[in-house]
């Protein structure tokens, strides 16, 4: 095997999303200059965002989901009391298929699958079975319920998936679209939150985390922090100061989720030094911060807002330092500090090492991560650099599994498929466990191999493969494929299993399953 052609493989699994196939040359680019071909995505700085007509910013989000929520309480109320009392007709549900999402990752529209919102389907979704027809034909039709928020809340939320998934797809190499996926998941909300999060999980990424992915860590953690759906998802528009005016009104006090996965999650991690007093501290020194509901009192709804009447009032200790009383500016000068602290810096640096490059990362790489992090004040796009700068991070064995967002992406890469429908993915990711902004916990989705490679895993993304090359196998020829994707870099292994398949079908199947194609 060619070492240009092996570290070729690095350059496009490690740190992309894979080849392209059609014409795009992917393979040929990356073997002549790997680390160029990488880097050449941190030369598009604007390439970063996610700038796509239609898609609404937060607060104009909030105001559809209002009016809308709105008009369903209006048309509720205007039911004759007989049709409001009448229970809505119970449908049968279809469960997702392993066949279905198989058929959907291959770029095909079958002809029933369910509504991609975690298992529950929409009134009307495709994912409802027909009910059987009991009824005499000139017996009345029964009451259709009014329309709900889930409608709305959802055509908002596939089409956010819709402009990230074309995005990865058609990238040239997608470092910086990888980039995105793990600060978006380093500081995750979940879409399963309540309406809110759901209608807001993609301009929360577009907003928070994209612009500031080349940019400081520390304005990522301002602008993360601050906006409306993080506020939401860990409940700080609940935390009253215990002094305030607000909270003397109210009897109501901190809530400290916020705070906490600040500190334990986003920044210091656990064992970077703070306490629980500090955790408390810093739950007081951002009460206030908040964002404007549906009536508007305070400004533009969904929109963040720092309201006096809820802050503690004081100087608060946070760290060893005391923080003197300035309102918003006291809760941001605790940021500014806490992105700067050592602990950061190595909590950040072990995170960005492990899910480039291995689940135990090589300690002098996490060092130098760490260091570029320190002397640069937080430069992302600099430490970015740094790992693709560093011997440590192309040498590594190719052990990491990818995750499922990765395997599927991928798959439309080498398959050269545009996604035109998000539901096509949405279904396969919630099958392999990591569906769409929803990860389980504050903590994201898990970043290591025992993760992914599990043997149920594992057969859920042979059951793919395989349904996936039933579609579209006869059309393709696997072994051009393996040449677009792997040139001299597959392994003798790999290539006389996919010769000495029966079929294309089944030589394609394989292919998708093969350790050059799961592992990066």
């Not at 810093?282 to 009536?295: H, K, P, S």
């Not at 079929?503 to 050059?516: C, D, F, G, V």
């Amino acid at each position: 095997m060619a070492r240009d052609s092996l570290t070729a493989l690095v350059a496009l699994n490690r740190f992309g999303f894979g080849a392209r196939g059609g014409a795009s040359g992917d393979f040929v680019s990356a073997a002549s200059d790997p680390r160029g071909f990488v880097k050449a995505d941190l030369a598009r700085p604007s390439g970063v965002l996610l700038e796509v007509p239609g898609l609404q910013s937060t607060p104009a989000l909030a105001r559809v989901l209002f009016e809308y929520q709105e008009e369903v309480k209006q048309a509720k109320a205007a039911q004759p009391a007989s049709e409001a009392a009448q229970p809505a007709e119970q449908k049968p549900r279809r469960s997702l298929s392993l066949s279905t999402v198989a058929t959907d990752v291959a770029g095909q529209t079958p002809a029933m699958k369910t509504a991609d919102n975690g298992g529950t389907a929409a009134p009307g979704a495709p994912g409802e079975a027909m009910q059987p027809n009991t009824m005499q034909p000139d017996a009345p039709k029964p009451p259709q319920p009014p329309p709900q928020p889930l409608n709305v809340i959802q055509k908002t939320f596939r089409a956010e998936a819709l402009a990230r998934l074309q995005r990865a797809v058609l990238t040239d190499c997608g470092f910086t679209e990888r980039l995105v996926v793990f600060w978006s998941n380093h500081f995750c909300i979940s879409a399963n939150k309540g309406g809110l999060a759901r209608i807001w999980a993609g301009s929360f990424e577009r907003e928070a985390i994209r612009p500031h992915a080349l940019g400081r860590f520390a304005d990522m953690l301002k602008a993360v922090e601050q906006h409306p759906a993080m506020l939401f998802f860990l409940d700080n528009q609940q935390s009253l100061g215990p002094d305030s005016r607000a909270g003397q009104n109210r009897k109501r006090g901190l809530n400290e989720n916020l705070a906490r996965e600040i500190m334990e999650l986003h920044t210091l991690g656990v064992g970077g030094g703070y306490t629980q007093d500090d955790v408390t501290s810093l739950a007081r020194v951002i009460t206030g911060w908040t964002f404007v509901g549906r009536q508007g009192i305070l400004g533009v709804p969904g929109s963040f807002v720092f309201n006096a009447n809820a802050h503690q009032p004081g100087a608060q200790r946070v760290l060893g330092k005391i923080y003197e009383a300035g309102g918003v500016d006291q809760g941001e000068a605790v940021l500014s500090d806490i992105a700067r602290h050592p602990s950061t810096a190595k909590f950040v640096a072990t995170k960005f090492a492990r899910h480039f490059v291995a689940d135990d990362p090589p300690p002098p790489l996490v060092a130098r991560l760490q260091d570029v992090f320190t002397r640069t004040d937080g430069d992302l796009k600099a430490l970015a650099t740094a790992l693709v700068d560093s011997d440590d991070a192309w040498r590594a064995p190719v052990t990491k599994m990818r995750s499922p967002y990765e395997y599927l992406i991928a798959i439309g890469r080498l398959l050269a498929r545009v996604p035109d429908d998000p539901g096509l993915y949405l279904n396969g990711l919630n099958v392999l466990g990591q569906p769409l902004w929803s990860p389980a916990g504050p903590n994201g989705f898990a970043d290591t191999n025992a993760a992914w490679a599990a043997p149920e895993g594992m057969k859920l993304r042979l059951d793919i493969a395989a349904q996936v090359a039933s579609r579209v196998g006869n059309a393709i020829d696997p072994r051009d494929l393996l040449e677009l994707a792997f040139a001299d870099a597959t392994s003798a292994d790999t290539r006389h299993t996919i010769e000495r398949a029966e079929s294309r079908q089944q030589a394609l199947a394989l292919l998708l399953m093969s350790p050059e194609f799961q592992r990066r």
